[in-house]
């Protein structure tokens, strides 16, 4: 066999005798016959060009192609980085409740199904209840996410009309969505106020004009201005579009139901307030700081939440019954409020203590050091971030075990940094840090499953 196996003039063999041996049909059972042939294919062509291979070797690599294939792309991570509600590592991780709840709701369900009368119901009747009980509005909806939220209230409310917005809040959210594009999109015309640092009432009174249908506050959740800085406290907004007949639009973004700060977290403006300040509709995240799956929450008044129900946009945007459903088992825990910093993993993390953080970054150096055996392995301490644009200047106190590349090299430490990265989210359940200052960080603010974290480290292959 090794001598076919070198021979140039190697002949493949065929695919059906390969599908059929032990092995073959071993693979067929597994993975079906379609995939097994279409890897064993790739495998004898790959044998082809380098020259020959035996049967073994080839249905060992068909194997490989077919795990890899089967394998789930989307799969859970460590997520180490230091942000807790980090866009590119699935913002929020949902409560057992709401996970639960998700699976329930997989099969038949009531989704828009009226139980007691036996007919047609609606969708966001499972929610809207939450909705107004917590945050005191007449009503309420949702939408796939915060930014489809913004679309259909700009959409339905000022089409064809102006709405009044600072200079200071015409933000880019990330990913390409940008205030002043989104506006336009939405058909509404930007009408832009004041300066980017100072905005006064008066620039507001003064554009006011027949064509206003709304005033638009955005918070500029994602950076900070600071210095010689002035805006319209809400409270005056939502006076002066009253005293005009026009709406008043509270853009949240973060959509915080509790006060954070009896965590020690700073202030983050709630969606009551907001409302109490006289707010005519506010929209807010789900998968934020209220710590749900991605969704979009419309709050406000009934009139205004009916238009958009009524908005063709909002059957375009409407959630799915998992989305739904973990909502709505996220929006049941508040109702307990004292509980929910233990219940919703996002509060929690946020809320966590450095000295506990520390004592797992302890353990983990621990378990660490005896693997990276040429790396310097620290505690040390460093601040963590919320995450997804919220409290964007405000850091939290933490603590990571830290990599530091071996003494003895010289150059290529910025490479050599990259690989250790790299190693990391190699691992079966990838572990994700940041490299700063010439080490490798691991914040362990969001690590809670340790045993999970140190049990594959034995795969680790440390460059
Ligand atoms: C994050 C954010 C959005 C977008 O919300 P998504 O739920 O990510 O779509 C919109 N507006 C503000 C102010 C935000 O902070």
Redesign the pocket.
């Given at each position: 066999m090794q001598d076919d196996a070198q021979s140039p003039s190697w002949r493949p063999p065929s695919l059906d005798a390969l599908l059929r041996s032990a092995s073959g049909a071993d693979l067929v059972a597994i993975f079906g016959r379609q995939a097994s042939a279409a890897c064993l294919r790739d495998a004898i062509q790959a044998a082809r060009t380098a020259g020959g291979s035996d049967d073994a070797a080839l249905l060992g690599d068909a194997a490989l192609c077919l795990a890899k294939r089967r394998a789930l792309s989307i799969k859970p991570v460590f997520n180490l980085t230091g942000a807790v509600l980090h866009?590119n590592l699935g913002r929020a991780p949902l409560a057992d409740t709401a996970i639960s709840a998700m699976q329930q709701a997989s099969g038949f369900v009531n989704l828009e199904y009226d139980l007691a009368k036996g007919r047609r119901g609606e969708r966001d009747s499972h929610i809207t209840e939450w909705l107004t009980t917590l945050t005191g509005a007449e009503a309420g909806l949702v939408v796939n996410?915060?930014?489809?939220?913004?679309m259909a209230v700009l959409n339905t409310l000022s089409r064809g009309k102006e709405a009044i917005i600072s200079r200071g809040e015409l933000?880019e959210?990330?990913g390409a969505?940008r205030m002043p594009e989104v506006m336009v999109r939405a058909g509404v015309k930007l009408r832009e106020v004041g300066a980017t640092n100072r905005t006064h009432l008066k620039d507001y009174e003064d554009a006011i004009t027949d064509k206003t249908a709304m005033i638009v506050r955005?918070?500029?959740?994602?950076y900070a201005i600071t210095g010689f800085t002035s805006s319209v406290p809400e409270k005056e907004l939502a006076a002066l579009a009253k005293a005009n007949d026009v709406i008043f639009y509270d853009?949240?973004?973060?959509g915080a139901l509790v006060d954070f700060r009896q965590w020690g977290l700073p202030y983050e403006r709630t969606v009551q307030e907001a409302l109490s300040d006289g707010a005519d509709i506010v929209?807010f995240?789900?998968?934020?700081l209220l710590g749900g799956p991605?969704?979009?929450m419309i709050v406000g008044r009934a009139d205004l939440i009916k238009r958009v129900a009524k908005n063709p946009l909002k059957r375009a945007l409407r959630l799915d019954k998992a989305t739904l459903a973990a909502l709505a088992a996220t929006l049941q825990l508040y109702d307990d409020p004292d509980s929910v910093a233990e219940q919703l993993p996002s509060i929690r993390l946020l809320a966590r203590k450095v000295d506990d953080i520390r004592q797992t970054a302890n353990r983990m150096a621990d378990a660490l050091r005896p693997l990276v055996a040429q790396w310097a392995v620290q505690v040390e301490g460093c601040a963590s971030q919320i995450g997804?644009?919220?409290l964007p200047v405000d850091m939290l106190p933490s603590a990571a075990v830290t990599m530091t590349v071996p003494e003895a090299i010289m150059r290529g430490r910025g490479r050599r940094l990259d690989r250790l990265a790299a190693a990391f989210r190699a691992l079966p359940q990838p572990v994700i840090g940041r490299i700063a200052e010439d080490r490798f960080w691991l914040d362990c603010r969001c690590l809670e499953d340790e045993a999970g974290f140190i049990a594959q480290l034995g795969e680790l292959q440390v460059p």
């Open positions: 866009t996410n915060n930014a489809a939220a913004v933000v959210i990330g969505f955005v918070r500029p959740s994602n853009e949240l973004g973060a929209s995240s789900g998968d934020k991605q969704a979009g997804s644009g919220a």
